[in-house]
């Protein structure tokens, strides 16, 4: 078969052209284009603030109905076979490709947000507004967001592994509630269409911020300032890596990246506790953890509606982040679902919810443990860092603070760089499967396809990089959270329709 005709150029190209027509006017334009955006995001989060801190509730309470009811006893696949990956594996893939990145970014750093603007009545950087900080970063990972990131993925996985349809998209799984006109028509390649823009600017957004993860701790341990070149072959390095690792696949490349880096990452954290300050995260993770689940409801559900004056940043981060996140929850339940041969319906869930989320709350604990220990000890002034937007820069700052400092950051960079790896190459790989034309329900994404993604999100960042416009992009793929939340609640009832139809919590159950 002629390779061309394994990509499907009729969704791939318009989205691409998207991307690229709205990035260029926001990459000349980048400070009015943000003021804009920032305007029309800052209205949504007023209007609907309720409405996003509802939908994580509504999506964790309909994973848990989908796990223990019925449908939860379903097999993704022939009841008789054993399932692809085991549990460990299974999970490790999940939390590279859900966490990784991010909580690298984010987890020794995130609770100064909250410390330099806490809620109402408590006095920034106070010891309450630590445990706030604290407590709040562990809640962005917790059961909301990954039930954000699964909820669409038992249609996906029961078109793909049970229905064995060939195209996996979000088109195919609708094609129950559409029929056959639609999904094959124009309504059918707008939803493909939808969720390529998406993922391909979060991708980018993703290349773009990730770097300087890399380079700040780069600049720090050879005493050198960071420049666009040294970006550049930092972000040169990294693309290779997860190129080469969706070229391999699943088996050869993402899952062992995925299962080593959980084994050194848990090696890092065992270090910091040694050579670190051990007793205290014990002590602020415990309180941390207490703080936590007795405000869960506080965090969850609170608006601050009688309160006058701009929102703390907990309220208004709370929305931003079920935005961001509902822009990456197709992605993360196509990927789930292409994972998940041989799990039920409830072991995919559980998994989802509870595997990232534990590692989630311990790397949090432990990272900004260290981070607010050294803030406390007052060693580094890590509240005016984050105040003068050198959060980043902080990094390396409280890394060398510890004995073997050097060797620390380099572990950290190493850790961060292979999660950075496993969170891109998932979305290349998926990205690659969802353009196929193969039959995903036997084969593999092609190689080429894989490698040609890999290349448009990296030219695509490069480039933004370099003349701007990575800031308006990033509340674009927010804003697009909106009509991705609308396609999660049909594809819950498009499953639950399916099952229904196919009453496969009869037949379609393990027999061992």
Not at 6 to 31: G, M, Q
Not at 32 to 56: H, K, P, R, T
Not at 408 to 413: E, H, L, P, S
Not at 496 to 509: C, E, P, T, V, Y
Request: hydrophobic share 50%; glycine share 8%; aromatic share 12%.
């Amino acid at each position: 078969m002629n390779k061309k005709k394994l990509i499907d150029y009729s969704i791939f190209v318009p989205s691409l052209l998207i991307i690229i027509a709205i990035s260029i006017p926001f990459a000349l334009y980048e400070k009015e284009s943000l003021e804009l955006l920032n305007a029309i995001f800052d209205y949504i989060v007023e209007v609907f603030s309720w409405g996003y801190l509802w939908y994580g509730i509504i999506l964790v309470v309909a994973g848990l109905y989908l796990s223990f009811s019925k449908y939860g006893q379903v097999v993704l696949g022939d009841p008789n076979e054993k399932p692809r990956f085991s549990l460990f594996e299974y999970a490790s893939i999940l939390i590279a490709m859900g966490v990784g990145s991010t909580i690298m970014r984010t987890g020794m750093l995130q609770w100064t947000s909250v410390a330099n603007d806490p809620p109402a009545g408590v006095d920034p950087g106070s010891a309450e507004a630590l445990l706030w900080g604290n407590s709040y970063s562990m809640f962005l990972w917790g059961f909301q967001v990954f039930a954000i990131f699964v909820m669409a993925a038992p249609a996906m996985a029961y078109i793909l592994h049970v229905k064995k349809r060939p195209l996996m998209r979000i088109s195919e799984a609708c094609r129950d509630i559409f029929g056959d006109k639609f999904t094959d028509g124009i309504g059918g390649k707008f939803l493909d269409i939808l969720f390529l823009i998406s993922i391909l600017a979060g991708a980018a957004v993703t290349l773009g911020l990730g770097a300087p993860i890399i380079t700040h701790n780069l600049s720090s341990l050879l005493n050198m300032e960071v420049t666009f070149t040294m970006t550049i072959i930092v972000t040169i390095v990294w693309v290779f890596l997860f190129s080469l690792s969706a070229y391999l696949g699943i088996e050869k490349g993402i899952k062992r990246l995925s299962t080593w880096n959980m084994w050194l990452a848990g090696l890092f954290s065992v270090f910091i506790l040694i050579a670190g300050p051990g007793v205290f995260i014990l002590n602020y993770f415990s309180d941390s953890l207490n703080f936590l689940l007795s405000n869960y409801l506080n965090f969850s559900l609170n608006t601050e509606s009688v309160y006058e004056g701009s929102a703390s940043h907990v309220q208004s981060n709370t929305v931003f982040w079920f935005a961001y996140s509902a822009t990456w929850a197709m992605l993360h339940s196509v990927f789930a679902a292409k994972i998940s041969r041989g799990r039920t319906i409830k072991e995919m869930i559980l998994t989802y919810l509870l595997a990232p989320t534990l590692i989630s709350w311990i790397a949090t604990g432990v990272l900004g443990g260290l981070g607010v220990n050294r803030y406390l000890e007052g060693d580094l002034g890590i509240l005016e860092f984050v105040e003068n937007e050198e959060r980043m820069a902080a990094i390396p700052e409280i890394l060398n603070t510890l004995p073997l400092g050097s060797m620390a950051i380099v572990i950290f960079m190493i850790v961060a760089l292979i999660f950075l790896t496993t969170t891109l190459d998932s979305t290349t790989y998926t990205v690659a499967a969802y353009t196929s034309t193969r039959d995903m329900s036997k084969f593999e994404p092609p190689k080429t396809l894989r490698i040609i993604i890999a290349a448009v999100i990296t030219g695509l960042a490069l480039v933004l990089m370099r003349i701007g416009g990575l800031a308006p992009l990033e509340v674009i793929s927010g804003l697009m959270g909106l009509p991705i939340i609308a396609l999660q609640f049909l594809l819950i009832y498009a499953a639950i329709r399916m099952i229904n139809k196919d009453q496969a919590w009869k037949h379609n159950i393990r027999k061992f």
